[in-house]
């Protein structure tokens, strides 16, 4: 049985006249005939753009009597511009008394928004700018300098500084901490610094990037502002929040908001447990660890680590029975939950596949030479990043909000 063709859906815009397409792919033999044609194609179509544009300025077309103004046509001036198919040269209308302002190609721009958005692109996928002047010029063939890259990159500081500021919701379930280490020079000196990055849940389980922080100097004192941001920008109340031991944020934390409860991140607690253990143990030692996170009740994982320091492996590796100790207060918490909350609070997935993909562009860079650079990069992946997050939410939200919503009643509003 012979296959029915689908119905191709008609596009949107205007339909080429079948003669031309014909007229057009006669003497198209090769790909170097068919980007020939089409340059032609959008060199005449440009061209015709800006003459409607100006035939419409001056009020009369081409060949008939000018207008009681008196104002009348003046030829053409080259410029050349930039588009993202390659270098595109112009004869651009002008009119004689110099009134007419083209809003297809405006004066003093060399380079058309498709060429922006190509730079920004592969900015974002961590070229650096002498990478990017290499690609542009083997790409284009002129001469492109590092300023024009930079001048293009920079068009985002305004974006940027939009998303920082922006209004938040008021009430996020579960917000995860967490720091990246880049390279950046501050006063002729590369210093390894520390960009925390926020990441919220929703009541609906939909994931948000609140903001990116440089500390200059880790403390209670950076993240009372940084909380203190984040209230300014709407945020009333977080539920929970999930941290990886950072120096003076849980003192912070609770001045801004007191009800929050402190979690330490099981997954960053296991992995620093591990640095410790050879090869060889490392089986063994994750299986005695697991009982503890995983178990039913605090009294349960309390034995639980009662035996891990009973067993041989305490002993080979002494660090990291005290390392649980110290952190127990932070781990206590969650031991309460039922099993749907713990398999939302403990699948760190999210930020560790966010620090993984800001990781690729961060290592084809270096170092940095200033903060503004660094989070440009950071900002251009994120948006990358987040385009491509699923619109639903996973399946362990929607088991787990009956649960929240009954330990934290009136705090978890309803999604919407």
């Given at each position: ?9 008609p596009t949107d ?83 004689r008394q110099s009134?007419?302002?083209p809003q297809f ?312």
């Open positions: 049985m012979a296959r029915r063709k689908k119905d191709v859906a815009g205007p339909v080429l006249p079948a003669g031309l397409i014909e007229q057009l792919a006669a003497g198209v033999r090769t790909p170097e005939d068919f980007y020939a044609v089409f340059r032609q194609c959008q060199k005449a179509l440009t061209e015709r753009v800006l003459q409607a544009e100006l035939t419409h300025h001056l009020g009369y077309p081409p060949g008939e009597a000018r207008g009681p103004d008196g104002k009348a046509r003046n030829g053409t001036t080259p410029k050349t511009v930039l588009t993202e198919t390659g270098v595109l040269p112009l004869d651009i209308p002008w009119d009134t007419f302002t190609v405006p004066k003093g721009v060399r380079r058309l928004p498709g060429f922006d958005e190509s730079v920004i692109a592969l900015y974002a996928r961590g070229l650096t700018v002498r990478e990017l002047q290499a690609y542009l010029e083997e790409r284009y063939q002129v001469p492109v300098s590092p300023d024009l890259i930079s001048t293009v990159t920079a068009e985002v500081f305004e974006e940027l500084t939009a998303w920082q500021g922006r209004p938040l919701e008021p009430v996020y379930v579960a917000v995860a901490f967490d720091a990246l280490r880049v390279k950046i020079r501050d006063e002729g000196v590369v210093r390894n610094k520390a960009v925390y990055l926020a990441l919220g849940v929703h009541p609906d389980g939909r994931k948000e990037v609140l903001g990116l922080w440089i500390a200059q100097t880790e403390g209670a004192a950076f993240w009372h502002r940084v909380f203190s941001e984040l209230q300014g920008r709407g945020v009333q109340d977080i539920l929970v929040a999930l941290i990886d031991g950072l120096a003076g944020l849980p003192e912070a934390l609770h001045t801004v908001f007191p009800q929050t409860q402190i979690h330490r991140c099981v997954v960053h607690l296991v992995r620093q447990s591990l640095r410790y253990v050879s090869w060889t143990d490392r089986k063994a030692v994750a299986a005695l660890l697991r009982p503890i996170y995983t178990a039913a009740s605090e009294p349960l994982a309390r034995a639980a680590l009662t035996a891990m320091a009973a067993s041989p492996y305490a002993a080979r590796y002494p660090d990291i029975v005290p390392l649980w100790d110290r952190h127990w207060e932070g781990l206590a918490p969650a031991l309460q939950y039922p099993p749907e909350i713990r398999r939302v609070l403990y699948t760190t997935n999210a930020i560790e596949s966010l620090n993984s993909a800001l990781r690729k562009p961060l290592k084809a860079r270096g170092h940095f030479p200033n903060d503004d650079a660094t989070l440009k990069l950071l900002y251009l992946a994120l948006r990358n990043i987040q385009q491509q997050w699923k619109a639903q939410p996973a399946k362990e939200w929607r088991a787990a909000l009956p649960h929240l919503k009954l330990l934290f009643g009136a705090r978890l509003p309803d999604p919407l």
